[in-house]
């Protein structure tokens, strides 16, 4: 099932252009030209992300933005002409959890409400499953004393691949991106060399095949990323 993302904007272009590269990229997209009527869809249907304008008519994008933090949690990204440091200031302090400035790149706006839900599913799978032990089928992740097994033989992994294998079994339904992977498990900005990330991607899926030739456990999503098979 596609994620939907709620556009609250009362610019029919700016609506044009963000819904076309949303679904483009494989997302439902619902549309609302006032804050009310956002509000209104924003509560009766399940919405993954809001993409939300600050000056709207019938109630305006902060007001909205705030109301919607009063029942859920799910990531809102300010959509706004003003370029002052305290608008931007004051949409984070109404709960909002990224702000971009018209005109946009739409390619960054789709990369940042991909960053944003992959991150939110994240925080609410790690949320639903504190486990410290992980088990995939005849796999076994240990993350208290950082060991793999398979069956009942030992996989020597390093302890970036140890990492990178955990965060990917942790959330099996989430495609990471190369820079994502970099940023989460180096701690490296998006400017950083991802081609350590296939390296690294590669080490794992050889130590796993060697054990397990009939299971594919890591799959590459053509031009997004990466996402563990369970």
């Known amino acids: ?14 609506i044009c252009l963000e819904r076309d590269y949303l679904e483009a990229h494989g ?5 609302a030209n006032d804050g009310i009527r956002g509000l209104e869809i924003a509560k009766s249907v399940n ?34 002409a003003k370029k002052d440091e305290f608008d931007k200031i004051n949409g984070l302090g109404f709960g909002a959890d990224d702000y971009i400035v018209k005109p946009f790149s ?9 960053a944003h839900i992959n991150r939110y599913e994240r925080l609410t799978n790690a949320d639903a499953k504190p486990a410290e032990v992980l ?18 033989t030992e996989i020597t992994f390093t302890n970036k691949e140890f990492d990178l294998l955990t965060t990917l079994a942790e959330n099996p339904d989430t495609v990471f991106t190369k820079d994502e992977l970099l ?14 990330v296939t390296v690294h991607i590669n080490r794992v899926r050889e130590k796993l095949s060697a054990i397990d030739k009939d299971m594919e456990y890591i799959n590459t999503v053509w031009g997004k990323g990466y996402r563990f098979n369970k």
């Open 47 to 80: 919405i993954s992300l809001v993409l939300l304008d600050i000056m709207l008519p019938s109630l305006n994008g902060l007001e909205v933005c705030k109301r919607i933090r009063e029942f859920s949690n799910i990531p809102i990204l300010l959509v706004s």
């Open 135 to 152: 088990e995939i089928n005849d796999l076994k992740i240990d993350k208290k004393s950082r060991r793999i097994f398979f069956k009942d």
């Open 1 to 14: 099932m596609s994620k939907k993302i709620l556009i609250i904007e009362d610019d029919e272009n700016i």
């Open 27 to 31: 997302f439902e997209v619902l549309c």
């Open 183 to 196: 940023s989460e498990i180096w701690n490296y900005d998006s400017m950083g060399d991802t081609s350590t």
């Open 106 to 114: 739409p390619s960054e706006l789709v990369a940042r409400v991909i």
